[in-house]
Nanobody, 122 residues
Framework: QVQLVESGGGLLQAGDSLRLSCAAS????????MGWFRQAPGKEREFVAA????????YYAASVKGRFTISRDNAKNTVYLQMNSLKPEDTAVYYC???????????????WGQGTQVTVSS
Protein backbone atom coordinates (compact mmCIF):
# COMPACT_ATOMS: atom_id res chain seq x y z
CA GLN A 1 0.00 0.00 0.00
CA VAL A 2 1.02 3.57 -0.66
CA GLN A 3 -0.42 6.39 1.40
CA LEU A 4 -0.53 9.86 -0.13
CA VAL A 5 -1.29 13.08 1.71
CA GLU A 6 -1.63 16.39 -0.13
CA SER A 7 -1.19 19.80 1.40
CA GLY A 8 -0.75 23.40 0.36
CA GLY A 9 -4.11 24.33 -1.11
CA GLY A 10 -5.68 27.70 -0.49
CA LEU A 11 -7.55 30.76 -1.72
CA LEU A 12 -5.61 32.93 -4.14
CA GLN A 13 -5.98 35.64 -6.73
CA ALA A 14 -5.32 35.37 -10.43
CA GLY A 15 -1.60 35.62 -11.14
CA ASP A 16 -0.55 34.20 -7.78
CA SER A 17 1.70 31.20 -7.25
CA LEU A 18 1.23 28.20 -5.02
CA ARG A 19 3.08 24.99 -4.31
CA LEU A 20 1.26 21.79 -3.48
CA SER A 21 2.96 18.93 -1.69
CA CYS A 22 2.22 15.23 -1.71
CA ALA A 23 3.88 13.19 1.00
CA ALA A 24 4.07 9.48 0.30
CA SER A 25 4.61 6.58 2.63
CA UNK A 26 4.37 2.86 2.33
CA UNK A 27 5.87 0.43 -0.07
CA UNK A 28 8.51 1.13 -2.70
CA UNK A 29 7.54 4.69 -3.38
CA UNK A 30 10.33 5.58 -5.83
CA UNK A 31 9.23 2.97 -8.37
CA UNK A 32 5.89 4.58 -9.03
CA UNK A 33 4.94 7.27 -11.47
CA MET A 34 3.47 10.16 -9.55
CA GLY A 35 0.73 12.28 -11.00
CA TRP A 36 -1.34 15.31 -10.17
CA PHE A 37 -4.97 15.52 -11.19
CA ARG A 38 -7.72 18.03 -10.53
CA GLN A 39 -11.46 18.04 -10.43
CA ALA A 40 -13.66 21.10 -10.63
CA PRO A 41 -17.33 21.02 -9.56
CA GLY A 42 -19.46 19.29 -12.16
CA LYS A 43 -16.47 18.21 -14.22
CA GLU A 44 -14.54 15.00 -14.64
CA ARG A 45 -11.19 14.50 -13.02
CA GLU A 46 -8.47 15.65 -15.39
CA PHE A 47 -4.77 15.05 -15.73
CA VAL A 48 -2.45 17.89 -14.75
CA ALA A 49 1.10 16.56 -14.60
CA ALA A 50 3.12 13.40 -14.01
CA UNK A 51 6.67 12.47 -13.15
CA UNK A 52 8.28 9.16 -13.97
CA UNK A 53 10.66 8.06 -11.26
CA UNK A 54 12.98 5.93 -13.36
CA UNK A 55 14.18 8.73 -15.62
CA UNK A 56 12.60 11.83 -14.10
CA UNK A 57 10.57 12.42 -17.23
CA UNK A 58 7.76 14.86 -16.66
CA TYR A 59 4.77 15.69 -18.79
CA TYR A 60 1.89 18.11 -18.53
CA ALA A 61 -1.58 18.87 -19.70
CA ALA A 62 -1.64 21.53 -22.38
CA SER A 63 -3.66 23.82 -20.13
CA VAL A 64 -0.88 24.05 -17.52
CA LYS A 65 2.29 23.56 -19.56
CA GLY A 66 4.67 26.43 -18.97
CA ARG A 67 2.91 27.47 -15.78
CA PHE A 68 3.07 24.35 -13.59
CA THR A 69 6.11 22.27 -12.64
CA ILE A 70 6.13 18.84 -11.05
CA SER A 71 9.17 17.84 -9.04
CA ARG A 72 10.23 15.46 -6.32
CA ASP A 73 12.37 15.19 -3.23
CA ASN A 74 13.51 11.60 -2.83
CA ALA A 75 14.81 12.12 0.67
CA LYS A 76 11.41 13.36 1.81
CA ASN A 77 9.34 10.99 -0.34
CA THR A 78 7.47 14.05 -1.48
CA VAL A 79 6.22 15.25 -4.84
CA TYR A 80 5.47 18.89 -5.50
CA LEU A 81 3.37 20.83 -7.94
CA GLN A 82 4.55 24.39 -8.36
CA MET A 83 1.75 26.45 -9.88
CA ASN A 84 2.50 29.89 -11.28
CA SER A 85 0.34 32.46 -13.04
CA LEU A 86 -2.77 30.90 -11.62
CA LYS A 87 -6.06 31.48 -13.38
CA PRO A 88 -9.66 31.20 -12.13
CA GLU A 89 -10.06 28.13 -14.35
CA ASP A 90 -7.40 26.40 -12.25
CA THR A 91 -9.89 26.28 -9.39
CA ALA A 92 -10.39 22.65 -8.40
CA VAL A 93 -9.62 19.98 -5.87
CA TYR A 94 -6.12 18.76 -6.62
CA TYR A 95 -5.19 15.15 -6.08
CA CYS A 96 -1.89 13.36 -6.20
CA UNK A 97 -1.81 9.76 -7.28
CA UNK A 98 0.61 6.91 -7.86
CA UNK A 99 0.70 4.51 -10.78
CA UNK A 100 2.84 1.50 -11.58
CA UNK A 101 3.73 2.79 -15.03
CA UNK A 102 3.90 6.04 -16.97
CA UNK A 103 0.39 7.20 -17.78
CA UNK A 104 -1.90 10.23 -17.82
CA UNK A 105 -5.13 8.29 -17.41
CA UNK A 106 -6.68 8.49 -13.96
CA UNK A 107 -7.95 4.94 -14.44
CA UNK A 108 -4.38 3.66 -14.32
CA UNK A 109 -3.55 5.25 -10.98
CA UNK A 110 -3.89 2.89 -8.06
CA UNK A 111 -3.31 5.11 -5.07
CA TRP A 112 -4.87 8.50 -4.41
CA GLY A 113 -4.61 11.20 -1.81
CA GLN A 114 -7.60 12.89 -0.23
CA GLY A 115 -7.25 16.07 -2.27
CA THR A 116 -6.59 19.70 -1.47
CA GLN A 117 -8.74 22.64 -2.58
CA VAL A 118 -7.27 25.39 -4.72
CA THR A 119 -9.50 28.39 -5.38
CA VAL A 120 -8.39 31.21 -7.66
CA SER A 121 -10.43 34.40 -7.79
CA SER A 122 -10.33 36.90 -10.64
Amino acid sequence: QVQLVESGGGLLQAGDSLRLSCAASGRTFPTHTMGWFRQAPGKEREFVAALTWSNSRSYYAASVKGRFTISRDNAKNTVYLQMNSLKPEDTAVYYCAAARFSTDSPWDYTYWGQGTQVTVSS
